[in-house]
């Protein structure tokens, strides 16, 4: 069955970077562009970062333009989010998704598989 694994959340201090990572099994991971999301305690899930299947296109969430990456590595069905100058407000769990149709990249309806996520905390 399909599975998409995140790691690299972690507690950090305003200012400070992670990386996340998002491994994908039992789907062609080629096939779908992937997604990050995040949500924070009493808040809905929302929309971070989007890229498509090639890598060539990438999307970001106003909040986090300029300060976070996505990037994805295919032969490692791998996809990415390098997070740098992190603020308190960034604090949630953070969930990759692999979307297969790309009808509404910033919905995360348009998704067809999660992960579990992975908490990050930003202390100020």
């Known amino acids: 069955q399909v599975q998409l694994v995140e790691s690299g959340g972690g507690l950090v201090q305003a200012g400070g970077s992670l990386r996340l990572s998002c491994a994908a099994s039992?789907?062609?991971?080629?096939?779908?562009?992937m997604g990050w999301f995040r949500q924070a305690s009493g808040k809905e899930r929302e929309f971070v970062a989007h890229?498509?299947?090639?890598?060539?296109?990438?999307l970001y969430a106003d909040s986090v333009k300029g300060r976070f990456t996505i990037s994805r590595d295919n032969a490692k069905n791998t996809v990415y989010l390098q997070m740098n100058s992190l603020r308190p407000e960034d604090t949630a769990v953070y969930y990759c998704?692999?979307?297969?149709?790309?009808?509404?990249?910033?919905?995360?309806?348009?998704?067809?598989?999660w992960g579990q996520g992975t908490q990050v905390t930003v202390s100020s």
């Open positions: 998704a692999a979307d297969r149709t790309v009808r509404l990249p910033r919905a995360p309806r348009d998704y067809d598989y």
């Open positions: 039992g789907l062609t991971f080629s096939n779908y562009a």
């Open positions: 890229i498509s299947w090639s890598g060539g296109g990438t």
